[in-house]
């Protein structure tokens, strides 16, 4: 083995996305690999190779390659290949069996190292998704990984350890703020992350909020979940999809029910999967979750106290909802109480007196 070639990475290394420039090549020798192209994935494991084609030719990487599992793999450049080739035939072997299959084309074929059962890990026998919910293939950017690190959490329920996600923030680039206060940064989307699931017991709560939980709340959702156990786990794969998203967000609403959550963290909720039924153009879904979010928000405008810069942004974002919902009175009603309040935000209320000039103008 040429050891100074073999390379380390942790669960969720992007090893490589599409339009990479291809410096190197590798073949897997311990862990898992998963591959995207558009919606299709495949896993790799031991006696895999990922990147040839690409490297050989001279072209960017054409799919995404990011580590499932921790892996081993062994690092193939052009400078070290005839090396390689010549000392280890099983890594020669298997690179020709590769390039008779994908030479002539720029597709995701592989022979070498298949993982058997080549679907996504969670092992959920249990519909998380409403009754109709439809469903989604599409996975999200392995770019994304790029931005995020993981850190060790352990379970309020079961006591399971498991690995959660968090954002670099340092690395984000503000590319819009709207008018209800969410920001969009390029080329990653944190509504994706928002959510930390155990792949044990199924517990869902949002990653800012996961170590507030009072002991009295995390008491409840232990009784609850004695009564009704879940049926297998959940667990992201290293490329999450969007159905996994969005059945993080549902099985937080199961999580919510449990500890008591407040209306502030219901409005909260819905209303960032509002902005991915958005996204996504679902627009009944769409509907429905500002509702539920709109609501909400009423019931802790009229029962939590909080500044007057709270309260400005509280009736900018009621005025977004109603708007969403066709209620434009109750929107100019919203943005005036925001945009007359004494004290506050200065930012709040040009926000506002800037929303009523263009409900005026409609």
Same mark, same amino acid.
């Given at each position: ?60 990487? !054409? ?146 909020? !996961? ?37 993080? !967000? ?113």
């Amino acid at each position: 083995m040429v050891t100074n070639s073999v390379q380390s990475f942790s669960k969720g290394t992007v090893v490589f996305v599409s339009g990479d420039v291809a410096t190197d090549a590798y073949y897997i020798l311990d862990g898992t690999v998963v591959v995207t192209q558009n919606s299709k994935q495949i896993y790799l494991e031991s006696g895999g190779i990922i990147g040839e084609l690409a490297l050989l030719k001279g072209i960017p990487h !054409y799919y995404a390659a990011v580590c499932a599992t921790d892996v081993r793999a062994l690092k193939i450049t052009k400078d070290n290949m005839q090396t390689i080739v010549l000392s280890q035939p099983q890594v020669a072997t298997a690179l020709l069996y590769e390039l008779a299959e994908q030479v002539e084309k720029e597709d995701m074929i592989f022979t070498q190292g298949l993982r058997e059962n080549n679907k996504p890990q969670s092992d959920s026998d249990e519909r998380i998704l409403p009754e109709g919910h439809p469903t989604f293939d599409q996975l999200v950017p392995a770019e994304h990984n790029e931005y995020l690190f993981p850190t060790n959490v352990e379970c309020h329920i079961c006591k399971t350890p498991f690995s959660g996600l968090r954002t670099r923030v340092t690395r984000l680039q503000l590319e819009e703020q709207r008018t209800d206060f969410r920001t969009v940064y390029r080329n990653f989307e944190p509504n994706f992350y928002y959510i930390w699931v155990c792949p044990c017991c199924s517990f869902a709560y949002p990653e800012r909020q !996961y170590k507030k939980l009072s002991r009295s709340a995390i008491n409840k959702a232990k009784k609850e979940w004695q009564k009704n156990p879940p049926k297998g786990g959940f667990e992201f794969d290293a490329q999450r999809s969007i159905n996994q998203v969005l059945e993080s !967000y549902y099985l937080t609403i199961r999580s919510f029910n449990a500890t008591d959550a407040t209306c502030e963290q219901w409005a909260n909720l819905w209303l960032r999967l509002l902005w991915i039924y958005e996204d996504l153009d679902e627009k009944e879904l769409a509907l429905e979750a500002a509702k539920k979010s709109r609501d909400h928000f009423a019931e802790a405008m009229s029962t939590v106290a909080r500044s007057a810069a709270g309260d400005q942004q509280l009736y900018i974002i009621l005025a977004e909802l109603d708007l969403r919902l066709d209620d434009q009175g109750s929107a100019f009603k919203n943005f005036h109480a925001a945009a007359t309040m004494v004290g506050g935000d200065p930012r709040n209320k040009r926000i506002a007196t800037d929303r009523i000039q263009d409900l005026r103008n409609r």
